[in-house]
């Protein structure tokens, strides 16, 4: 499964979003509407799931979906 089918089942999980409003432009905060714990959340599944921790850093620096899969991308 492709990363990006693979984080909108993470995100769903977790935020209250239909699927198909996730977009690679989509900005968790602005566009999803997630707050703070739900960012968390994704966050831990990604990391338990690709096996790497993000930085606080890096964090603060995705603001895009796309970000994200590059990101992720970057370290698996």
Do not use: P
């Not at 979003?17 to 990604?46: F, G």
């Amino acid at each position: 499964m492709a990363i990006f089918e693979e984080l909108k089942e993470i995100i769903t999980r977790h935020i209250r979003v239909n699927e198909e409003d996730i977009k690679l432009e989509s900005s968790l905060n602005d566009d999803l509407d997630a707050d703070s714990i739900e960012i968390a959340e994704v966050v831990m599944d990604i990391e338990e799931k690709y096996g790497f921790e993000f930085s606080d850093e890096d964090t603060s620096n995705i603001e895009k979906i796309s970000d994200l899969i590059e990101y992720i991308q970057k370290n698996i």
